[in-house]
T-cell receptor, first 112, second 114 residues
């Protein structure tokens, strides 16, 4: 069955370290998204991509970067982790032109 | 500025009764609205959607109502079941200006008591 996976599911890191969260989908969707979920804020868009080599900033992109070298993967990198980036991170994908997004199971990141 | 707002952080109802979750938006360019359900330690899952050309969409126990003039939508669950206990997120998109991007509300924790 087609799916979207995230790894790791849990990560503890230290302030200042570089961290990369993986997202892999097997639906062959063109669109991929990264969100963070924080209490009182819902889901906020970090970065998104509409296809290979395409990346765009969302509303909370500072301190994060993404790259899209193939259709299946959109890794999210925290260049220098900060305590304010402690959160639950969700990856999502959607077919080109469709608005319904399908979410991965999430990664809980703690920055100490 | 919060373009999609869910003003009730939590809602508690009895099994078998109706659950009504509300959502307000400010961006008049939004033309597609979705509801997602989220269980703890899982990703959000799509529940139901509605286009701005409609005012109601029904899928089994779930009905979404859209009032464009009031910029308000609501999700009705009838009858409510304990398995419906989850966080519900309202989301909106503006196809002309934001493509496939979704803007989410803060979420409402629904608890259905047996």
């Amino acid at each position: 069955d087609a799916e979207i996976t995230q790894s790791p599911r849990h990560k503890i890191t230290e302030t200042g370290r570089q961290v990369t969260l993986a997202c892999h989908q097997t639906w062959n969707h063109n669109n991929m998204f990264w969100y963070r979920q924080d209490l009182g804020h819902g889901l906020r868009l970090i970065h998104y991509s509409y296809g290979v080599q395409d990346t765009n900033k969302g509303e909370v992109s500072d301190g994060y970067s993404v790259s899209r070298s193939n259709t299946e993967d959109l890794p999210l990198t925290l260049e220098s982790a900060a305590s304010s980036q402690t959160s639950v991170y969700f990856c999502a994908s959607s077919p080109g032109g469709g608005d319904t997004q399908y979410f991965g199971p999430g990664t809980r990141l703690t920055v100490l | 500025d919060q373009q999609v707002k869910q003003n009730s952080p939590s809602l508690s109802v009895q099994e078998g009764r109706i659950s009504i979750l509300n959502c307000d938006y400010t961006n008049s360019m939004f033309d597609y609205f979705l509801w997602y359900k989220k269980y703890p330690a899982e990703g959000p899952t799509f529940l139901i959607s509605i286009s701005s050309i409609k005012d109601k969409n029904e899928d089994g126990r779930f009905t979404v109502f859209l009032n464009k003039s009031a910029k308000h939508l609501s999700l009705h669950i009838v009858p409510s079941q304990p398995g419906d206990s989850a966080v519900y997120f309202c989301a909106a998109s503006a196809s002309e200006t934001s493509g496939s991007r979704l803007t989410f509300g803060e979420g409402t924790q629904l608890t259905v008591n047996p």
